[in-house]
């Protein structure tokens, strides 16, 4: 009796969590039902970020992510409906998927591994912050189910030795 309780307790909380996530990430595709098909004009450029003593350089083109070691990611679009088959052979393992969304008045981009059958992904904003009097556009890279903040990207690599581990005020970051 005490494992059928416990089974549905664990399935109960298994709906809530998952109606809960649908509902904390709700999509924007375009009008074909597809993922997207480029990248947001503000997210494009070349960002930078100063993490344990290192200068870390982050490309984000049209339809590609090129980190600082030269590995990049091509963004691909498809229908929101279609996943490769599970069990499916990685023949395109630097293919990612897109969607844009709006997360409490946030503009987001979300990006998932073209396999990926689970897990959050990776989010990206542009954010603009007030320093040194400036507005500064700032992205915010972040992860997980809460979307919070792992690292902010600069456009200047002194902004990014300066600025990189500062908390802005309004985002999220694990406890």
């Not at 309780?5 to 074909?32: E, K, S, W, Y």
């Amino acid at each position: 009796m005490k494992i059928n309780r416990v089974v549905i307790l664990v399935l109960l909380a298994m709906i809530v969590f998952t109606t809960g996530q649908a509902m904390l990430h709700p999509v924007t595709a375009d009008a074909a039902g597809r993922t997207i098909r480029k990248f947001p004009k503000a997210l494009r450029g070349t960002w930078y970020t100063y993490n344990q003593h290192h200068l870390y350089r982050l490309k984000i083109a049209t339809t590609a992510i090129t980190d600082n070691d030269g590995r990049t990611i091509h963004l691909h679009s498809r229908k929101l409906s279609s996943y490769p088959k599970p069990g499916t052979k990685a023949i395109h393992p630097t293919w990612v998927t897109g969607l844009n969304f709006t997360n409490k008045k946030e503009k987001w981009t979300q990006v998932y591994g073209w396999y990926q059958a689970a897990g959050a992904g990776d989010f990206y904003r542009v954010a603009h912050y007030k320093i040194h009097g400036k507005k500064i556009p700032v992205l915010q890279v972040a992860s997980g189910a809460g979307i919070w903040t792992d690292v902010h990207g600069f456009q200047s690599k002194s902004l990014a030795r300066h600025y990189t581990h500062k908390h802005f005020h309004g985002e999220r970051y694990r406890d």
